[in-house]
């Protein structure tokens, strides 16, 4: 890759921290095997599917672009980032009930402050059944309440670690092509995208009204080639099926071994390989 247009950073975490929020595909198991396949060094890091963020936080790359076109997640993630003080005091109220997890879940985000609607996805999610983010066709978040001794809803320290971490970067709720619009010659792009599905009964992609089809895959390989042409450094993660291992077969492809404990289809639980894709 030619020299960045922007100064080399290191991956040097400034402090501890862990992800927020349960994530279905999260990679916070995954770091250690894949962080070795990450280059020493970029410019300007992308994340343009930032979910669970466990890549990121690992990293810690100062200035990084992070997106997610799941606006309660991203509104979380920038309440996180500019007011986590308010956001812990929020959801000091909050209370592990069934009854009052539905009454919490029959909210409407809009009209709620961004510091409530943060404060309610937080809790929702560390409440949930399974930690999922599942919505219907009308966007409404529908995940049943879940069955936990007793579950973590306010988390000061890991939350303020994250706040920290997000300083100087930019969050936004666009999509990918968006997201990675200004990525030029050096710099780091890592797509951690809704994986195409292992069976026809594995298909998982509901954590937005759309849907992450085999047309989204393919178009989303035509951004990595473009990214490739641009003298962008691209990483991805996905599902190690031959539909995606045929649409990058010009690029380096390693596998890493994850555990999945979702799936609608017992014959995709436990242990599975991942594919993951790099252009260098």
């Not at 969050?171 to 619009?181: E, H, L, N, R, W």
């Amino acid at each position: 890759m030619s020299t960045s247009l922007f100064p080399v950073i290191q991956r040097v975490p400034r402090r501890d921290a862990e992800p927020v929020v349960k994530w279905a595909g999260g990679k916070a198991r995954l770091v250690p095997q894949l962080t070795p396949l990450f280059p020493d060094t970029w410019g300007r890091y992308y994340e343009p599917f930032l979910g669970g963020a466990a890549m990121f936080l690992a990293l810690q790359p100062g200035g990084a672009v992070l997106a997610d076109i799941n606006p309660d997640l991203v509104t979380l993630y920038q309440v996180i980032q500019e007011d986590v003080d308010a956001l812990i005091t929020d959801l000091g109220r909050h209370r592990y009930e069934k009854n009052y997890y539905y009454a919490v879940r029959a909210q409407d985000p809009a009209r709620l402050s961004r510091v409530q609607r943060a404060s309610r996805t937080l809790y929702l999610n560390r409440t949930c059944f399974n930690g999922l983010y599942r919505v219907n066709r009308r966007g409404e978040f529908n995940v049943p309440f879940g069955r936990y001794t007793n579950p973590t809803i306010v988390a000061p320290d890991r939350l303020r670690a994250v706040s920290a971490a997000l300083d100087g970067c930019t969050v936004a709720c666009v999509d990918y092509a968006t997201a990675t619009a200004t990525a030029g010659p050096g710099d780091l792009v890592y797509f951690d995208p809704p994986y195409f599905p292992l069976t026809r009964t594995s298909n998982f992609t509901s954590y937005t009204k759309g849907a992450f089809g085999p047309d989204d895959q393919r178009r989303l390989a035509e951004a990595f080639d473009d990214l490739t042409r641009r003298g962008v450094a691209c990483v991805q993660s996905n599902s190690d099926t031959p539909f995606i291992r045929d649409l990058y077969a010009h690029h380096r492809i390693d596998t890493v071994t994850a555990h999945r404990a979702i799936s609608r289809d017992p014959a995709t639980r436990g242990t599975v390989t991942e594919v993951v894709i790099r252009n260098y």
